[in-house]
Each structure stands twice: as C-alpha cells, then as structure tokens.
C-alpha cells in the first residue's frame, strides 16, 4: 500500500506539472488571458520517499497569505537516532497550514496536524502507536532555482500533549516538543 502511495503521489506531481505547462502554453498564445490573484504550489520532503516513506503538499498563495495542506508517511526515519533503547518514526498524517510571507520568500506559519507515531524498542522490536495532534509555528524561505522550481528549508516546533505507553515492558515518554528542520523542493505554477 505504501508503495502505491508513493507512486500516486509522484503520478500526481507529474500530472499537475503537466496541466500547468499546456495551460500556460495555451495562455500565452491567448490574448485574453488574464493574470490569477491566486499563486498554486506543490511541495514535498522528498528525502521520505528515500526512507520508503512519502510526502506531499498542496497550497496556494494570495497576495502575502499562503495556506497548505499535506500528507505523509515518515518511513523508518528515526525522530530519536541519540536513543539507545527507542527508534520513533513518523507514521501516517495529515495537516492544515497558514502562513505569512513577511518579506520576500520568507514567511512564517502555525500548522495543526494529525499524525502518529511508532515507537520500536531496539532490542526486542515491540513497538507502540502514539497519535498526536501536533501544532505550532515554523519559519521558512524559499530559494528559487529553474525559474518556478523552489528549495525551501524551514524549521519548525512541534507542539503536543506528553504521553506515556509501555514498550516491551519498558516506560516511554513521548516529549511535548521536538524542533524539526526540514527541507523542501517545490514548484510554483
């Protein structure tokens, strides 16, 4: 199932960047076309789909507001590499986010996402589901290159409520607050 995820969304990237260069073709050879106030976007963590995960966002801009909407799978990335008796992987989730852009490509944002995550113990591999509601703010830019084509590192806190779950017998506390960078390849239409 996972795989498939990973080929649709690739599909779908594929096709919209398809849409959007006969579209503006057309668009250019028209007259009467006229510009849209609206500014769309698709964006991913692409480094997911190198740890049999995915990710992909969709958004769009008006004027210095931009609002965006994704979903991923975090694969096997270890969000706790330094611990020695827990790996803790992004699951599945989705999210709702709202920004600001405050001068040029920088903007700031707050985000809610719903998401889990699966922690393994090391040794014995027992693992526990923790879903989270996660939010907060983050920060960004967005560093164009090919002409629409974009990098954007961003970093952003994660905000949650503290849980506690048993792993093979063992405590587990999953923290309230993680700080995440991360970086993104987008395109603007």
């Given at each position: ?70 979903c991923i799978d975090g694969g ?8 020695q008796r827990f790996e803790r ?60 084509v974009y990098l954007q590192p ?36």
């Open positions: 199932m996972k795989h498939q995820l990973q080929r649709i969304s690739i599909n779908i990237v594929l096709l919209i960047g398809l849409i959007h260069l006969f579209a503006s073709t057309a668009s250019a050879t028209s007259p009467e076309s006229a510009q849209s106030p609206f500014i769309y976007e698709i964006e991913s963590l692409f480094p997911m789909y190198f740890m049999d995960g995915y990710h992909i966002a969709a958004g769009v801009r008006w004027k210095d507001i931009r609002v965006r909407a994704s096997y990335y270890d969000y706790e590499p330094n611990n992987n992004l699951g599945t989730g989705c999210g709702l986010f709202l920004g600001y852009y405050l001068w040029k490509n920088l903007h700031a944002y707050v985000y809610v996402e719903a998401q889990n995550y699966i922690v393994h113990d090391r040794d014995t591999r027992a693992s526990e589901r923790f879903d989270v509601i996660d939010i907060g703010p983050g920060l960004g830019y967005q560093y164009f290159f090919f002409s629409n961003a970093i952003h806190l994660y905000w949650r409520k503290k849980q506690e779950k048993y792993v093979a017998g063992i405590k587990y506390t999953l923290r309230n607050i993680d700080v995440s960078p991360t970086v993104r390849v987008g395109y603007r239409f």
